[in-house]
């Protein structure tokens, strides 16, 4: 975790400090390197978006440990207070438990391959998406317009890294799709997917909207690990 910088003495004072493009500028630039770094890292967002595909980051054992954990205990998948609309998010999600050893396990290994200090990360999820289930196109940043940016700004601000791990192959279906990159990523068990939310300028992304197709035969499982510019908390003061 060393070298992660979240100095903004790089000038500018911006309109909302937990959304500081100079921070996330920054820890995009550190995340980025990184992953190019990594010889298990295959680019997939070009100039357009810093996307990357890292094969096999998980084996088969891991993964359908973690596919028994979340389909322990789930429940329907949420959306922000004042952004939910009927069928556009339809799966279900667990939330790990802190200090459980195989979440550990997880949480330590998407940290090491991002760089990114774990008390900036969310709670991880894990979601299941059975046939005919979806969650349409979206972006995972956050607008500070919407009514629920004042919970989340108190809560670590603006997202910047999302990593997600597809934990089993799926029949047919349950591709991310990225209209804006042209790209569409099919689930293959043992992967992690990550990118980041902001663009090069530490400002939201707008190639970044994508969706979790429909499911056609099958169910898919992945787990999602979202990251926020600062130390994220769960209990507001």
Not at 107 to 121: M, S, V, Y
Not at 130 to 148: C, L, N, R
Not at 207 to 234: E, F, I, S
């Amino acid at each position: 975790m060393n070298g992660f910088v979240i100095s903004t003495r790089f000038g500018g004072t911006p309109a909302d400090p937990k959304e500081d493009p100079v921070k996330l500028a920054l820890i995009g630039a550190q995340v980025r390197a990184r992953l190019r770094a990594d010889p298990r890292a295959e680019d997939l967002g070009g100039d357009k978006a810093d996307m990357f595909l890292l094969r096999d980051f998980f084996t088969a054992d891991e993964c359908a440990r973690l596919v028994r954990i979340i389909d322990k205990k789930i429940g329907p998948s949420t959306l922000f207070e004042g952004t939910q609309r009927d069928g556009f998010r339809t799966s279900s999600t667990h939330y790990f438990e802190q200090g459980d050893s195989a979440t550990r396990a997880l949480e330590k290994r998407i940290d090491a391959a991002t760089g990114i200090p774990h008390q900036h990360a969310e709670v991880t999820q894990g979601q299941r998406y059975e046939a005919g289930q979806q969650f349409k196109h979206h972006y995972d940043y956050f607008f500070a317009s919407e009514p629920y940016w004042q919970q989340e700004r108190r809560r670590g601000g603006q997202r910047t890294w999302t990593a997600m791990l597809f934990l089993n192959d799926v029949e047919e279906g349950g591709e991310t799709d990225w209209p804006e990159l042209d790209l569409s990523v099919k689930p293959v068990a043992g992967a992690l997917l990550t990118w980041n939310n902001m663009g090069r300028d530490g400002r939201p992304n707008r190639n970044t909207l994508h969706a979790g197709t429909p499911v056609v035969k099958g169910v898919k499982h992945v787990v999602t690990q979202w990251y926020r510019q600062d130390p994220w908390t769960l209990h507001l003061s």
